[in-house]
């Protein structure tokens, strides 16, 4: 039975898998299009994309949508994912609508499976995340006030492993009756 449980936790932890781009090492500066891995970058209104330190607003190297309009970052996958992260930063409070947001929405094949939103707290620091779920292999980001849109830490999974609240639950299970048997002796 020990086993069992020790072989259900290492698999529940295994399931949690993801990719997170950070822009280290990478160089796009003015671009409209780059590519990192199976992402690729674009600018909607190919305005421009920097990858930079933006010094507060960015966690170090950092992905900038300039300049201040409406335009979007879009990511196109070369694979289908079912989870998206990224921080943001430039949530500057003399240039935003107090009640402005940061969006996502997650698209497959042209179809909307996901739109996520979260009020920036307009403290121009790069210390919020949003976060969605959804199959996709297609996403927008985009403040719905007029800036430029900084994101780093983009973290995405593939179908089936974001870890399931079972999956959680047996790795729990599986530490507690570890830590029992071990009492035990």
């Known amino acids: 039975m020990k086993k069992l449980i020790i072989a259900l936790g290492l698999l529940a932890a295994a399931n949690t898998n993801a990719t997170v781009i950070n ?55 070369a694979n289908t994912y079912d989870y998206l992260s990224f921080d943001f930063g430039n949530d500057n409070p003399g240039f935003g609508d107090p009640d402005g947001q940061m969006h996502l929405d997650l698209y497959l094949d042209g179809a909307l499976t996901g739109s996520y939103a979260l009020t920036a707290n307009w403290d121009d620091i790069m210390n919020q995340t949003l976060s ?53 002796k």
């Open 132 to 184: 969605g779920t959804g199959l996709f292999n297609y996403a927008e980001i985009y403040y719905d006030t007029n800036l430029i849109e900084i994101v780093d830490n983009i973290e995405y999974r593939k179908d089936g492993e974001v870890p399931e609240p079972a999956s959680i639950a047996l790795f729990g299970l599986g530490l507690l009756g570890l830590g029992l048997s071990r009492k035990r």
């Open 23 to 77: 822009f280290d090492g990478v160089t796009a500066s003015n671009v409209n299009s780059f590519s990192v891995g199976d992402v690729t970058f674009t600018d909607s209104m190919g305005t421009g994309l920097s990858v930079s330190d933006y010094g507060h607003q960015s966690d170090g190297t950092a992905l900038g949508i300039f300049g201040d309009d409406s335009s979007r970052l879009q990511l196109s996958f």
